[in-house]
């Protein structure tokens, strides 16, 4: 086949060297405050982020920066406030000219897609609203290891791409291929493991399964996958794997480390501290309810008794059914009104309008339900991941007399 491919102008800050150039002057300021390198404190004590200003720096040696709620205002989440996670370096040079993406494996006939060549298949677009599996783990209690997200790892956005189905087909899967491996071109520090993961064979035939190329109507930053990613909508994230450059067809699920003993979920209720087994466990796949107040933000002081609450909430491969609202630290809830915008997989935003009985302090909580009939609960089963709290979300805030 011919690689008619055209130079795509790659989006600023692409190699490590001239992103880290980008914040050199505030890093060399703060890193004397931190010298680990490594964030774990408000985006205020951080070196600001190119194009990413005013998100919160979980980790800095990888990249992890998390969206404040307040941010969760509008159906599409805009580049700027869309969260990152990387599990290592970002690769340090991509080029979209010698960029290939391979598919072999349980296939008829291996190919290598050039991305002129992968873009005359069918495009396709999906709004998706990604979520970390790990998103709450900071809330979790008793407290388990890992990045420390609180809320906000999460992002509704409009993927466009080639649906994987169209790929798979032009190398004719093979009756003994059940599972698909996705490698991305992460740079990988000494002994980590690399970030290779895969999903079931039914999942990557699904029509709404991307190998995506935009986001938001513009070519994927680096920092979300450049120049192609997996998106499995509604799945948790770590399923939608970036700067894709491989895909594999297996006999039966990956068995690298982020697949055991990573994102797994205990079969049954654990106790706080007990180990994830192979036997007592399971791959994480599609994400549960949930509901994330945006406003007003926690500790709020507020001088009108008269409140709108306003946020979003998702349901994974299901439809946000309904979300109730409490003022009075849930002992009564009421339903607050879902806008009209929404499709399958995207977050919906959503409003509650009250009046404060009295000044004084008052919790709001959210708790979405789905067509599935799932409902967000209280609190979630301890898992040593601290994977998928969707417990019911809350502020408090304090109106003034
Ligand atoms: N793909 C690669 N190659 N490397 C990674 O570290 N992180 C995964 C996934 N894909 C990751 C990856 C995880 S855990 C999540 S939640 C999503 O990417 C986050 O996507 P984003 O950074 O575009 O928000």
């Not at 879902?338 to 919906?348: C, Q, S």
Request: hydrophobic letters at 40%.
């Amino acid at each position: 086949m011919p690689h008619t491919l055209e130079r795509f102008s790659i989006p600023a800050m692409h190699s490590r060297r001239e992103f880290l150039k980008g914040v050199s002057l505030t890093l060399v300021a703060a890193c004397s405050a931190n010298p680990s390198g490594c964030w774990t404190a408000d985006a205020a004590d951080a070196p600001p982020i190119p194009g990413k200003e005013g998100m919160i720096v979980r980790s800095f040696r990888f990249l992890d920066l998390e969206m404040p709620p307040e941010y969760a205002d509008s159906f599409i989440t805009p580049i700027p406030h869309f969260f990152v996670r990387n599990h290592m370096h970002e690769p340090a040079t991509l080029d979209a000219s010698t960029w290939r993406l391979t598919v072999s494996g349980e296939v008829k006939k291996p190919l290598v897609f050039s991305l002129a060549e992968l873009e005359k298949l069918e495009s396709h677009a999906v709004v998706n609203a990604l979520e970390c599996a790990g998103n709450g783990r900071g809330l979790v209690d008793p407290h388990v290891s890992g990045i420390q997200w609180q809320k906000g790892a999460v992002g509704n956005a409009r993927f466009r791409g080639v649906r994987l189905a169209d790929v798979l087909e032009r190398v004719g899967v093979k009756s003994t291929g059940k599972h698909v491996m996705f490698r991305g071109l992460d740079e990988v520090p000494g002994k980590v493991p690399p970030f290779i993961r895969s999903i079931p064979l039914e999942k990557a035939l699904h029509p709404d399964t991307l190998v995506a190329t935009h986001i938001n109507g513009v070519r994927l930053p680096k920092h979300h996958g450049f120049p192609a990613r997996a998106l499995v909508p509604g799945w948790v994230g770590a399923a939608s794997c970036k700067w894709l450059a491989e895909i594999k067809i297996l006999n039966q699920p990956f068995d690298g480390n982020f697949m055991y003993p990573g994102y797994r979920l205990p079969n049954e209720p654990m106790k706080s501290g007990a180990a994830i087994t192979l036997e007592n466990s399971h791959t994480l796949t599609d994400l549960n309810v949930k509901s994330l107040i945006a406003a007003p933000g926690d500790g709020a002081k507020l001088r009108s008794r008269a409140i709108r609450v306003r946020g979003v909430a998702w349901a994974g491969e299901s439809e946000v059914a309904r979300v109730d609202v409490s003022t009075d630290s849930g002992a009564t809830w009421q339903a607050a009104e879902l806008v009209k915008e929404h499709a399958k997989y995207a977050w919906r935003l959503w409003s509650f309008a009250f009046k404060a009985v009295k000044p004084g302090g008052c919790t709001i909580m959210s708790r979405a339900s789905d067509s599935q009939g799932r409902v967000q609960p209280a609190s979630v089963s301890w898992n040593p991941g601290g994977y998928l709290n969707n417990a019911i979300d809350r502020v408090n805030i304090y109106v003034e007399a």
